[in-house]
């Protein structure tokens, strides 16, 4: 099928492109044109964008998928076209054949693209290395051990040499195991007020010192997943500065959110990482608005039985697939950061840290798209939600930029 | 934003805790106990206040001392009382908090005293009860995690009010273990609302909560020095979980730099008055000396807390 999507903003932040009323020509799953229609080029199907921005779909580099087929349609449904899932499934993704059929689960639903996150050691305990050449095959993009802390350093670097070896990426949340086992939310001023116990700012800086070190000294390429606070954040961008492998990403809701917010003990301000102080989240938000971190949604569905308990209690998260869009507009205005510049947070970025060819509206490239509205208004309310996860801080709240149509491989997998 | 303990006329309706109430309402608190305290006095000890209201004691955490007073407290007020041992009953078999707190609604409660071992718990009820249209139904927090106990954080207002008078000239310490106790940010909370103008918190790093200074505290780590004319010493229990392990190394070194003996009581002003919590540790964080001898107003707190309960149940199930 020939589409044209025609009188849109195109917006490649990848490669500087910013045209009004232009169209994208799209043929065989590729992008085959951008302004000018190539020669011959007949459409089957023509998209009308006007009033709205046309930018590559977004790529999101944490999105757990509990129920897959519901999670990959809200995906769409927020103009995500490539999720990547962390391995912490039930059970984690350890083997290749889980990987395997994980990958053609997403293909048969043919929504957005599933990119697995393989596990790095067996059941995630952090003690033997899973099958990484295996997992790697079977389609997994890069090993991680979602939230869970490899406690032994000796099997952390190990890990990152069998890893380097092969030229594979690890990504690792840092969190040290022994400051953060018993801690609910972040040791400051909220958590001493409420009584609610703390997990310091140094359970992320010690796991980046030792991480950035180990890289050091293997080579092994890096992403550190859900920086939470300004000191860890400076030591990312100092080796980063010094030419290590490393890259980095920042949940959404930690750019939006602090400690204040939990409010009177709000369970769906209980984040991992916990969310931290006005500082921290200033910090985050510099860092991204330069371009140094990615955004991702970090969408975790939960039940509305696991929020309905006290703070401590409650399953921490909240589901942001349909939401990363409008709230990463809401964050590059509060920032003062422009509109191809916060788009790119969403697609370029995680592309490149990801080694995929998408996050581009360049001509050969993917016709993975997404076309919203930027000024379109809506309420955030369960039956909004596609997601089975209907948890979120910002239940109730108006949020600006709608998804209109939603393209992977060159199919418009949804429309408003 | 909302403050869950108020109505929409700014009255009590719930107590969860001592933070973010007016000083006028602490006050009434105050005042009404006080009213009370003759009742106990009384060959009938009893008001026909709650007559034909339920108060049922949700104890999802052990206790028997502030289940008791609550429970003598509700039965001077005429209040029909059933104690549920909850540890060992529903939850046990795994029916949520709120699944609980709907059936007990069904069965006609007017009030519940809550004591949970999460911090916010009763945040959590409140809410609930107000998203379901109960707004009929208080809370009063009986204690939840480390957060609050604004029970005995008003009984401690009490007897330091009847001790020394005014609030707006006192100097106050609270030993010991902050970082766990919900006694001390509930009394931390009172204190600072009611006038008090120097608030102390002693003990090791390893026990004090981050950014106390925040909450408007001095923080000292020598005990003689943060006793230095002080007119109100309250101590805090040490449970015993604590004593041994990373955050101090024994109870014998506790107790000789944080526990309070004779000598240490010295450093206060002389006519101080030592309070305490209860269940007290002999020779952990409290000489016997100290503990037996005529500062200590630790029993007085007991008889107290009967009336400032009385006050505050009746307070709450009035608005």
Same mark, same amino acid.
């Given at each position: ?124 305990? !952090? ?70 116990? !703390? ?159 998408? !996050?581009?509206?360049?001509? !050969? ?52 | ?19 973010? @109430? ?13 009213? =009370? ?18 108060? =049922?004691?949700? =104890? ?11 429970? &003598? ?7 029909? %009382?059933?104690?549920?041992? &909850? ?16 059936? +007990? ?6 009030? =519940?005293? %809550? ?80 006038? %008090? ?29 943060? +006793? ?18 990373? @955050? ?29 919590? *209860? ?13 037996? *001898?005529?500062?200590?107003?630790? +029993? ?5 807390? &009967? ?7 009746? &307070?709450?199930?009035?608005?």
């Amino acid at each position: 099928m020939n589409i044209e999507i025609s009188n849109g903003r195109v917006i490649c932040p990848k490669n500087g492109v910013d045209r009004d009323n232009a169209s994208v020509y799209i043929a065989h799953g590729r992008i085959v044109g951008l302004g000018e229609a190539p020669k011959g080029f007949v459409a089957t199907q023509k998209v009308d964008a006007s009033g709205c921005v046309v930018s590559p779909g977004l790529i999101d580099l944490g999105a757990r998928l509990n129920s897959i087929e519901a999670e990959l349609a809200a995906a769409v449904a927020g103009g995500v076209t490539s999720v990547v899932v962390p391995p912490d499934a039930d059970p984690p993704l350890d083997e290749p054949e889980l990987a395997d059929r994980r990958v053609h689960r997403g293909e048969e639903i043919g929504k957005a693209r599933v990119l697995p996150l393989g596990a790095l050691t067996l059941g995630l305990k !952090g003690e033997r290395l899973a099958e990484l050449a295996g997992l790697k095959k079977a389609g997994c993009v890069a090993f991680s051990q979602a939230s869970r802390p490899v406690v032994d350093t000796e099997a952390l670097l190990r890990a990152m040499e069998y890893a380097a070896t092969f030229g594979f990426a690890v990504w690792l949340q840092p969190q040290d195991h022994w400051l953060s086992r018993s801690g609910i939310a972040h040791e400051g001023e909220v958590a001493s007020r409420l009584g609610l116990a !703390g997990i310091p700012v140094a359970a992320e800086t010690i796991a980046v010192g030792s991480i950035i070190q180990l890289v050091r000294d293997t080579g092994c390429r890096v992403h550190l997943t859900r920086i939470s606070s300004a000191a860890g954040m400076s030591l990312i961008q100092r080796a980063a500065k010094e030419g290590l492998p490393i890259s980095c990403d920042v949940g959404i809701h930690h750019l939006l959110l602090t400690e204040n917010d939990i409010g009177y003990f709000n369970p769906h301000a209980r984040f991992v990482p916990p969310l931290r102080a006005q500082g921290d989240r200033q910090a985050l938000s510099d860092v991204a608005a330069a371009g140094g971190a990615a955004i991702c949604s970090d969408h975790t569905p939960v039940g509305a039985d696991d929020k309905l308990l006290p703070f401590g209690e409650a399953k921490p998260g909240a589901t942001g697939l349909e939401v990363l869009l409008p709230l990463t507009l809401k964050w590059a205005e509060a920032a003062g950061v422009s509109l191809p510049a916060a788009l790119a947070r969403i697609t370029s970025a995680p592309a490149e840290i990801l080694g995929v060819d998408g !996050g581009s509206l360049a001509v !050969g490239a993917p016709a993975d798209i997404c076309v919203f509205d930027p000024q379109a208004s809506w309420q955030l309310a369960p039956e909004a939600l596609r997601s089975r996860g209907k948890n979120s801080p910002w239940m109730g709240y108006m949020m600006t930029g709608k998804v209109m149509h939603t393209l992977v491989d060159g199919r418009i997998v949804y429309s408003t | 934003m909302h403050n869950p303990q108020l109505n929409n006329k700014g009255e009590l309706t719930h107590l969860l805790s001592t933070e973010g @109430l007016p000083a006028a309402i602490l006050t009434q608190i105050l005042d009404t106990a006080a009213s =009370f305290m003759e009742v106990s006095s009384r060959d009938v000890k009893k008001v026909p206040l709650l007559r034909g209201k339920s108060v =049922f004691n949700l =104890f999802f955490e052990n206790s028997t001392r502030t289940r008791t007073t609550f429970e &003598i407290a509700a039965k001077r007020l005429s209040a029909d %009382v059933i104690n549920l041992d &909850i540890t060992r009953s529903s939850t046990a078999k795994g029916e949520t908090l709120l699944d609980t707190i709907d059936n +007990l609604c069904a069965m006609d409660a007017n009030l =519940f005293v %809550v004591r949970h071992a999460s911090s916010g718990a009763p945040y959590l009820i409140a809410e609930h009860l107000h998203k379901i249209g109960r707004d009929d139904i208080h809370v009063v927090n009986a204690g939840d995690g480390r957060h609050a106990h604004p029970t005995q954080g008003l009984l401690d207002m009490y007897t330091i009010r009847h001790y020394k008078k005014d609030f707006t000239q006192l100097r106050v310490a609270i030993v010991g273990d902050i970082l766990h106790s919900r006694v001390a940010r509930s009394d931390i909370h009172a204190l600072t609302t009611l006038g %008090v103008p120097e608030v102390r918190a002693i003990g090791p790093e390893t026990l004090l909560p981050k950014y106390l200074d925040k909450l408007g505290v001095h923080v000292y780590h020598d005990m003689a020095e943060g +006793l230095r004319d002080c007119d109100v010493v309250i101590m805090l229990r040490l449970q015993n979980e604590r004593m041994n392990g990373a @955050l101090l190394p024994s109870a014998g070194e506790y107790f000789r730099h944080y526990g309070l003996t004779p000598h240490m009581l010295a450093m206060a002003k002389p006519d101080a008055i030592v309070m305490h919590p *209860g269940p007290m540790n002999r020779g952990v964080e409290i000489h016997s000396a100290v503990a037996d *001898g005529p500062q200590a107003v630790i +029993l007085p707190q007991v008889t107290f807390g &009967i009336a400032v309960r009385m006050a505050v149940m009746s &307070i709450v199930a009035g608005n």
